[in-house]
């Protein structure tokens, strides 16, 4: 049985950090690419960063460029997502999103959510000013 798992979220101030876990299950994470999007209250679900089974790393949005970072174990079966630098505008639900690559270019990625095979049930962070 396939399962994704995210943890990590919570309250926190702006500027503060927080680090996001996926935990993959019933599967090998070698050959999928793990997406990382959020959804704020009121707004469309936007993909956020993406990396690839070859462990390339894609952001979407510019606000999150320099403040985010994704990166994954494939040992673990869990990939992470590095928030620095908080702010308001960050406060959503975060989930984590994979699709099966091996057919694919190993530095697929993409924004859009139907592409993607399996979602977690997603992590509240809640950024204060």
């Known amino acids: 049985q396939v399962q994704l798992v995210e943890s990590g979220g919570g309250l926190v101030q702006s500027g503060e950090s927080l680090r996001l876990s996926c935990v993959a299950s019933?599967?090998?994470?070698?050959?999928?690419?793990i997406a990382w999007f959020r959804q704020a209250p009121g707004k469309e679900r936007e993909g956020v960063m993406c990396?690839?089974?070859?462990?390339?790393?894609?952001h979407y949005p510019d606000s999150v460029k320099g403040r985010f970072s994704v990166s994954r174990d494939n040992l673990k079966s869990t990939s992470y997502l590095q928030m620095n630098n908080l702010k308001p505008e960050d406060t959503a639900v975060y989930y984590c999103a994979i699709k099966h690559t091996s057919r694919l270019s190993g530095f697929w990625c993409s924004a859009e959510e139907a592409e993607y095979d399996y979602w977690g049930q997603g992590t509240q962070v809640t950024v204060s000013s």
């Open positions: 019933g599967f090998i994470l070698d050959y999928y690419a």
């Open positions: 990396i690839s089974s070859s462990a390339a790393i894609t």
